[in-house]
């Protein structure tokens, strides 16, 4: 029982904190941010890719989330699908015909709160050289002091459903199904 009355008080001392906190600037961490996108393959199976290793940067107002902003980069050919066969073919004339610098970038554009720990995050995202609005479903799963790096750390989760024909990438639909499910985990660390 002491135990729990010790942490439950240690997360109350950490919130009110942060809560009082200004504005940081994280920097997403590499090693343990991804983007995972599944789609149906003419009904017969799911298929997954992932994006992982990208950069980026949070303006994270925990007071005032709102305020807040995200923005993402990472070449498209850093996809990652589990068949190099089936990688070619994505980066080939079919869907991206993607060079080596082409690049998906998302800049947040507004944050709507939702509720203590959620938010949906309107943004620009870069596919293929078109861009347009997309609304993330995301969530803040954790801030406080990372145990191993001994520094603030933050952790967020979200989702959307894109629509390849919206980036000139819909070849095969509705075989190859038009919609893409997106699950985005990423961690970020104050930056220095």
């Not at 078109?130 to 002091?145: W, Y």
């Amino acid at each position: 029982m002491k135990n729990l009355i010790a942490t439950a008080a240690i997360a109350a001392t950490t919130l009110t904190t942060a809560a009082f906190a200004a504005p940081q600037n994280y920097v997403l961490d590499a090693s343990h941010s991804q983007i995972v996108f599944s789609y149906d393959h003419l009904g017969y199976s799911t298929n997954f890719g992932m994006f992982s290793g990208f950069e980026g940067e949070i303006a994270f107002d925990q007071e005032n989330p709102a305020a807040s902003s995200v923005n993402v980069s990472f070449p498209v050919r850093s996809m990652l699908t589990g068949w190099e066969a089936r990688f070619e073919h994505f980066m080939g004339g079919d869907f991206f015909d993607a060079d080596n610098e082409e690049m998906v970038t998302f800049a947040s554009t507004s944050i709507e709160v939702t509720g203590d720990d959620t938010a949906l995050i309107t943004g620009d995202l870069t596919l293929n050289g078109v861009t347009k609005p997309v609304v993330l479903d995301a969530k803040l799963n954790q801030v406080g002091s990372h145990p191993m790096a001994n520094k603030p750390w933050a952790g967020f989760d979200a989702t959307t459903t894109l629509l390849r024909s919206d980036f000139e990438v819909g070849n095969f639909a509705p075989f190859v199904s038009d919609e893409v499910d997106v699950m985005i985990s990423v961690e970020a660390m104050q930056a220095e």
